[in-house]
């Protein structure tokens, strides 16, 4: 509300602005309402925060013939995807279009029907209400903000949104205040495309406001249907956004008007293409933009209109006449007193009245002091009050609202270490400064005492604190990661044979950050977990692996020395369990890898087969012991040189 409420003390750049925002598409500042205007139906506006008095639907789209046709069904309440509340104050931004979720009226709620989950779908929301006997002239305004996938469809197989309102007593369309809006192919303006699509062009139309003129029918049940729909070939997304403003009335913005005012901006419907406002022969032309300024005010009585001139297709020309009066009283309502916690902006005032400035002050801790509502986050109980008067300048009138500060000091001070390791005489210990209600957490699950502002970590992960004072404001600390670490203990590797001269790669185990292998000797990188082994004699080394947490692990390696790659067999073995020389398996000195070890019998029929060195044949085949003979093995393996290195021979299985 800061440009608009600017704008009312300067009338003729007032006019200018509304002007441009209309046929631009800015952000539309808006909000329905004369000097004696009428409340809308409970919850037509969504301010209760949700779907009471509305009905759902959700159902599909399709192209019959040359028309789009939508089929909704009754979804029994809000269907998760397809009809979303948002809820003030939010910051959240469409995707697409980078406009507010919320709709910038000074709405406290606002719905989005439709979702980027493109397959034909449909979704809808109707409202029912019956308009009172004695009002024949009654308008209600609606704001929307649209987005669609934008394919080279025909118009009745686009994306799209409709309203369709119906008089429900006469069971007939209004076919006037009844349309479909799509991107591509109407004369409605405003549409942009987005640039945070990479694929298929998506079109968007900023939050903009539309009149619904329901004229002449007094005491007649009347039904608002909103609905959106994909595209008739389930391949591309439309989705809308949708809030009704708070008021309804027949009579223009500002043609009731305070008696001090010095001057006055009458604002006529919203969503036409062009404004002609006449006296009330209509023969003088007053001006020809939505807002007429008249400086000073004419003589209260007088009466004026304006011929409406709709865009092609969406809605009907009319002539509507309005009488000036300046029996125009302001209230000021700065809200109910409230409290900011740990400078969180809250918000103060009411929803905007369009055609009424306002003023805060002191104008410390305020998002917009030229705000109906702004947001307060004072680092101090604060007493703000409003000054509300007419856009003339008339009916000034104030009200105050207290603010409470509170701050919860959320520091969370970590002593000892982040990541230890048991049993080095190290810990971690966090610590809060003392408040009524403190309960720690690890890893989002409520752990320890309450109310200690001191906590010992004894085990891996997140930590933080909920805090809460005495007066009610609740924050929660910095999360904390501890790395609590125990030691593993050292092995002996299996000895590992390197040609003289030749590298070969070496591997320790992977249970830490960082590894030095001592002494460094014959090794390219001693402190790589897979150094290079390339020397004239064997070495024994020491690997020392360090986790993070400081906790040592100390592995050994021996390495022997060869001139020449080995594949060994025995002539003999007896598979009889006793622990002595019960598999035949091959002796690898120098290889690396086992292609594979195959044992026959004298038939040529394979007894065993595998690519590991053990633990070898236990002289059984298909679950039976085999008896004495002599079997025939063969051995293929890639050296530590490189070279492919193959052995056969027998060797006698003696029972």
């Known amino acids: 509300m800061q440009v608009s409420e600017q704008l009312y003390k300067d009338k003729d750049r007032f006019a200018r602005v509304v002007l441009s925002l209309i046929l631009f598409n800015v952000f539309l500042l808006f909000f329905c309402i004369s000097g004696n205007a009428q409340g809308c139906p409970p919850n037509i506006d969504f301010e209760t925060g949700n779907f009471d008095g509305w009905t759902c639907y959700t159902g599909t789209t399709a192209a019959v013939g040359a028309e789009n046709v939508i089929s909704l069904y009754s979804s029994g309440g809000p269907y998760f995807g ?189 969503g036409y293409q062009g404004y002609t406002w006449y006296d009330s022969s209509l023969t003088n032309v007053l001006g020809t933009q939505q807002v007429l300024t008249l400086s000073p005010p004419p003589p209260s009585g007088t009466t004026i209109a ?8 969406y809605g009907c020309p009319k002539t509507m006449f309005t009488k000036i009066k300046d029996s125009l009283t302001v209230t000021a309502n700065a809200g109910l007193d409230t409290l ?40 101090k109980t604060t007493a703000y009050v409003v000054t509300t008067s007419n856009s003339g300048g008339g009916c000034r009138t104030t009200d105050t609202v207290i603010v409470r500060a509170s701050v919860i000091d959320d520091t969370l001070q970590l002593i000892g270490k982040a990541a230890y390791c048991v049993g080095y005489n190290d810990s971690a210990v966090l610590h809060v400064k003392p408040t009524t209600s ?45 790395i609590v670490d125990v030691a593993k203990p050292g092995i002996t590797y299996p000895v590992e044979y390197a040609l003289i001269n030749v590298p070969l790669s070496l591997q320790a185990r992977q249970i830490g950050e960082n590894v030095l292998w001592r002494p460094p000797v014959s090794l390219n990188t001693p402190t790589s977990f897979t150094p290079d ?49 019960d598999y035949l398996r091959p002796i690898l000195i120098g290889v690396r890898d086992l292609r594979f ?32 003979q002599t079997v025939v093995w063969m051995v293929e393996g890639v050296g530590v040189d490189g070279a492919v290195h193959s052995r056969k021979g027998t060797t006698v299985l003696v029972r």
């Open 82 to 270: 397809k009809h979303t509340m948002y809820n003030a104050p939010s910051k959240e931004l469409d995707p697409f279009g980078g406009f507010p979720v919320i709709c910038p009226n000074g709405s406290g709620h606002s719905i989005k029907l439709g979702s980027t989950q493109a397959g034909g779908e449909a979704e809808g929301v109707s409202y029912e209400f019956t308009i009172p006997q004695n009002d024949n002239s009654y308008t209600l305004v609606y704001n929307y903000a649209v987005v669609f996938q934008s394919p080279n469809h025909k118009t009745n197989e686009q994306p799209r949104m409709e309203i369709e309102v119906t008089n429900v007593t006469d069971n007939t369309t209004i076919s006037c205040a009844s349309f479909s809006f799509i991107a591509v192919g109407s004369s409605l303006q405003g549409f942009q495309s987005s640039s945070s699509s990479d694929t298929i062009t998506v079109l968007y139309k900023n939050w903009s406001a539309v009149s619904v003129d329901l004229s002449g029918n007094a005491g007649k049940t009347i039904r608002l249907f909103f609905k959106t729909a994909d595209c008739t070939f389930r391949r591309h997304f439309g989705y809308a956004y949708i809030d009704v403003n708070s008021e309804c009335s027949g009579n223009f913005v500002g043609a009731t008007y305070c008696p001090d005012d010095t001057a006055i901006n009458i604002v006529a419907h919203y």
């Open 306 to 313: 304006v011929k409406l001139e709709p865009y092609f297709g």
């Open 340 to 379: 900011s916690c740990n400078l969180n902006p809250v918000p103060i005032g009411i929803p905007p009245r369009q055609g009424l400035a306002y003023a805060w002050a002191p104008a410390s801790g305020l998002n917009d002091p030229h705000s109906s509502s702004p947001l307060a986050a004072p680092d």
């Open 438 to 482: 403190i309960q720690w957490f690890k890893d989002d699950i409520p752990i320890g005492r309450p109310n200690q502002p001191r906590f010992k970590v004894s085990a891996s992960g997140i930590y933080y604190a909920l805090l809460k004072n005495d007066m009610g404001c609740i924050d929660t600390t910095k999360r904390e990661a501890i």
């Open 533 to 581: 082994f390339k020397g004239p004699r064997e070495q024994l080394y020491t690997i020392d692996i360090r986790t993070n947490a400081g906790c040592l692990t100390v592995d050994t390696q021996l390495v022997k020395t060869i001139e020449k790659v080995e594949i060994f067999l025995p002539t003999a073995f007896t598979p009889n369990r006793d622990g002595r020389n």
């Open 597 to 628: 070890f195959r044992v026959f019998n004298r038939w040529g029929q394979i007894l065993f087969e595998t690519k590991k060195p053990l633990p070898g044949w236990d002289g059984m085949f298909k679950g039976l012991e085999q008896q004495t």
